[in-house]
């Protein structure tokens, strides 16, 4: 037997549970992971609580929890590909990475993604990238911002901001990020000139930057893409992830599945070279994963936070 976590009906945090289930077994095809960390983000308490948000990713009650983990390759079995035992490895599985083991089908895609991952990196670190550092990556692919840039980045200290703000400092681009002032200190630790989310957005990015803005990027809602086109942003220099399918005004709504193959690569690099820091704010073992989903929900914790497992004895 092994440990998942799972929830028969959906709801808030009190739904969660950690539930003895039948260990998996890789199949044709397939490799298994002993997950040793799983990184939390909002989609998964979101999915886990509303079921017509778990609805877009095919899940149904009863599921189990998570996207993001990370953990060591411990079987492969035939007609799998690119992967041994004993590797390290970090990706996505829609709704059950929470547990003591995951199950892959290789080769892997956009939908259940895996990379290796580059020794200097925590499974704890590696757990948090492939959903908030993709989905960062996708969503500065849109503007394509550069040297002599001005960004505005809405959402700047969520999960996928601060990969954001991160990944657009590094092409040297001038950052400003929306954010509650509470988060004004944290923010600058990353080169970011913070600004006061909400009423009078606009004013405010004019006096900070009164020669103008040239790409922006909403990762919380719309207020910020739509400060940006009244700003006189360029609408294809504008990216979304959670304005749905329509965006305003011609913004382009993008998400972790668009960004480039190659972008985790770029990222794990930045992160080996020092030129993305991430900050994990709490971790909780397994057993704690209603705590640690009730302090992310709160949406006041700074980073990201991590579930560990430790390995079972046999």
Do not use: C
């Not at 950690?18 to 077994?25: D, G, I, L, S, T």
């Not at 200290?157 to 590094?170: D, I, P, Y």
């Not at 950052?175 to 000139?193: C, M, P, S, Y």
Request: proline share 7%.
């Amino acid at each position: 037997m092994s440990r998942a976590v799972r929830y028969e009906t959906f709801g808030g945090p009190e739904v969660l549970e950690v539930r003895e289930v039948a260990e998996p077994h890789a199949g044709p095809g397939e490799i298994r992971v002993r997950v040793t960390a799983a990184g939390l983000n909002p989609m998964d308490w979101g999915i886990a609580a509303q079921p017509e948000v778990a609805a877009r990713f095919g899940i149904t009650a009863p599921a189990g929890f998570g996207f993001d983990f990370a953990g060591v390759v411990d079987e492969v079995d035939a007609g799998a590909t690119g992967f041994a035992v004993g590797d390290r490895v970090h990706g996505g599985a829609p709704g059950r990475a929470v547990a003591d083991f995951v199950v892959v089908t290789t080769p892997t895609g956009a939908t259940e993604p895996l990379w290796h991952t580059p020794e200097g990196i925590s499974s704890e670190v590696a757990a948090t990238l492939p959903v908030a550092g993709m989905t960062a990556a996708a969503a500065l692919a849109v503007m394509e911002p550069r040297s002599g840039d001005t960004v505005l980045v809405g959402g700047a200290a969520g999960g996928v901001g601060v990969f954001a703000v991160q990944l657009a400092k590094l092409t040297g681009a001038r950052v400003i990020g929306t954010a509650a002032e509470g988060t004004f200190e944290f923010l600058r630790r990353f080169g970011v000139e913070p600004v006061a989310y909400g009423s009078g957005l606009a004013e405010r990015v004019r006096a900070l930057a009164p020669e103008g803005v040239t790409a922006a990027t909403d990762l919380f809602g719309v207020e910020t893409a739509e400060t940006a086109l009244a700003l006189g942003v360029p609408p294809e220099r504008i990216s979304t992830i959670a304005a749905g399918p329509n965006p305003p005004g011609g913004v382009r709504a993008t998400g972790g599945y668009d960004a480039d193959p190659n972008a985790m690569k770029r990222i794990t690099d930045a992160i080996l070279d020092g030129g993305i820091t991430v900050p994990i704010a709490a971790t909780f073992p397994i057993e704690r994963i209603r705590d640690a989903v009730t302090l992310q929900a709160g949406r006041h914790v700074h980073g990201k936070v991590v579930i560990t497992l430790e390995p079972r004895l046999r």
